[in-house]
């Protein structure tokens, strides 16, 4: 039990400004910044990694969805999103103060401010798992839409339920012990719930799937380095992502940060052995994946298991990414990233493990219940909602782009350039509306 309180409540508060002297508080606030300022840095790992597994037609459209993400989300999550997932909970289910953040308490000010700072990364994290997935087909208006929506409601209503009361209160799942230290499931899998409420609404690519048939054929990206240096620095950014969460500079920080590398090399060493033994070829996409998934599966329980398990949860969750592509490639959903079974499949695997290899407690039947109820939560609270909101947007401005916009690129019908011009004068020059 006290690690279970330990997890959520290490969350969940800030700091106790009552006796915290000067100094520690300055201590405190640098490491969560710096924390904040690699998360932030993990905008540029999505945008690279995206981009390069779409095709160059659509690079700038991928850049410019994930440089808004970023822009959009801060202000939203500031004017809306905090006050719902932070402010004042008394019912469980959201929060009521702290809209607009500007004026708080003398003595409490500029901690509010940092914890801000560090949670609009995390709000930008969410809704940047949508951009990749719906890649290459996607109005460009319709999707910033839909990205104030889940930052300003979907995302933040979920997130109070586990890590809001900050100011008083507390959400019903965290009352129930439910552990999630770093967003496994408040970030990932409520940003890949979302995704895949629209993927299904969008429907696949053209030419993604043979009509006939119903056989997938493969699109590939126009710049794997790209990939691989997206992966690189959303690694990178992890170390911010699990070890911020810890919203002190504690001595846990050791611990966290050790099992998010562990997960991530065991995630890309578990996406290696699983294509191997299921004789599918060893690609860089699904080793980046796979190492991505080892991420997102150690989020929840960086702070509450031992290396061992953490390394195990990486590897089980680097396998998932493999098998859950494939898993949504024979349904014909087309995932442009495979950001689904990274982020929401080895989100939930990873939730759960948090209550599986819980340290001093493990495999408590009462523990893995309360993960289950919010793994399912999760998903029965952002796909139904997501589904409506994809789905009044087509219905109002229409979702998808065009299919003559599709083949011609969204960099430039949507945005009027493209990101390789010397490879595209004939639609630069010659664009036919």
């Known amino acids: 039990m006290k690690w279970i309180m330990w997890t959520v409540l290490s969350t969940l508060s800030v700091p106790a400004m009552a006796g915290e002297t000067s100094v520690e508080l300055s201590i405190n606030t640098l490491w969560v910044v710096m924390a904040a300022a690699l998360v932030f840095f993990m905008q540029a790992g999505f945008a690279l990694l995206e981009s390069g597994m779409s095709r160059a037609k659509n690079a700038v459209n991928v850049m410019m969805k994930n440089y808004m993400d970023v822009c959009l989300g801060s202000l939203i999550f500031w004017l809306v999103g905090y006050g719902l997932m932070f402010g004042e909970n008394f019912t469980g289910f959201f929060g009521a103060s702290h809209f607009a953040l500007f004026n708080t308490s003398a003595e409490s000010q500029s901690w509010d401010y940092t914890v801000l700072l560090f949670q609009i990364m995390f709000a930008a994290t969410a809704v940047t798992i949508c951009s990749g997935a719906m890649a290459e087909r996607t109005k460009y208006d319709a999707y910033l839409i839909a990205t104030c929506v889940i930052t300003a409601f979907i995302y933040p209503v979920f997130g109070s339920w586990v890590w809001g009361g900050m100011y008083g209160g507390s959400g019903w799942l965290a009352k129930l012990g439910f552990i999630d230290f770093a967003g496994s499931t408040v970030v990932h899998s409520v940003g890949a719930w979302c995704a895949l409420a629209g993927i299904i609404v969008l429907g696949a690519r053209t030419g993604?799937?043979?009509?006939?048939?119903?056989?997938?054929?493969?699109?590939?990206?126009?710049?794997?380095?790209?990939?691989?240096?997206?992966?690189?620095?959303?690694?990178?950014?992890?170390?911010?992502?699990?070890?911020?969460?810890?919203?002190?500079?504690?001595?846990?920080?050791?611990?966290?940060?050790?099992?998010?590398?562990?997960?991530?090399?065991?995630?890309?060493?578990?996406?290696?052995?699983?294509?191997?033994?299921?004789?599918?070829?060893?690609?860089?996409?699904?080793?980046?994946?796979?190492?991505?998934?080892?991420?997102?599966?150690?989020?929840?329980?960086?702070?509450?298991?031992?290396?061992?398990?953490?390394?195990?949860?990486?590897?089980?969750?680097?396998?998932?990414?493999?098998?859950?592509?494939?898993?949504?490639?024979?349904?014909?959903?087309?995932?442009?990233?495979?950001?689904?079974?990274?982020?929401?499949?080895?989100?939930?695997?990873?939730?759960?493990?948090?209550?599986?290899?819980?340290?001093?407690?493990?495999?408590?039947?009462?523990?893995?219940?309360?993960?289950?109820?919010?793994?399912?939560?999760?998903?029965?609270?952002?796909?139904?909602?997501?589904?409506?909101?994809?789905?009044?947007?087509?219905?109002?401005?229409?979702?998808?782009?065009?299919?003559?916009?599709?083949?011609q690129g969204l960099d430039f019908t949507e945005h009027d350039e493209v990101g390789y011009p010397e490879f595209h004068q004939n639609v630069t020059y010659h664009r036919e509306l």
């Open 208 to 407: 993604r799937f043979d009509r006939t048939t119903g056989a997938a054929r493969s699109i590939p990206g126009h710049n794997l380095s790209l990939v691989a240096l997206g992966g690189f620095i959303l690694w990178l950014g992890w170390f911010g992502f699990n070890g911020g969460s810890t919203l002190a500079a504690s001595p846990e920080i050791g611990l966290i940060v050790l099992n998010t590398q562990l997960a991530a090399a065991a995630g890309a060493t578990g996406a290696l052995l699983f294509s191997r033994i299921t004789k599918r070829p060893v690609l860089l996409t699904s080793t980046i994946n796979g190492s991505i998934a080892g991420l997102v599966g150690i989020t929840a329980g960086c702070a509450s298991m031992a290396p061992e398990f953490a390394a195990l949860t990486g590897l089980i969750a680097g396998a998932i990414s493999v098998y859950g592509a494939a898993w949504l490639e024979r349904r014909r959903l087309d995932d442009v990233v495979g950001a689904i079974p990274v982020h929401g499949f080895a989100g939930a695997w990873g939730t759960l493990a948090a209550g599986l290899f819980l340290k001093d407690n493990m495999f408590d039947l009462s523990q893995i219940a309360v993960q289950l109820v919010g793994i399912f939560s999760a998903f029965f609270w952002a796909f139904p909602l997501s589904l409506i909101l994809f789905f009044l947007i087509d219905r109002v401005i229409g979702l998808r782009a065009s299919t003559q916009h599709e083949q």
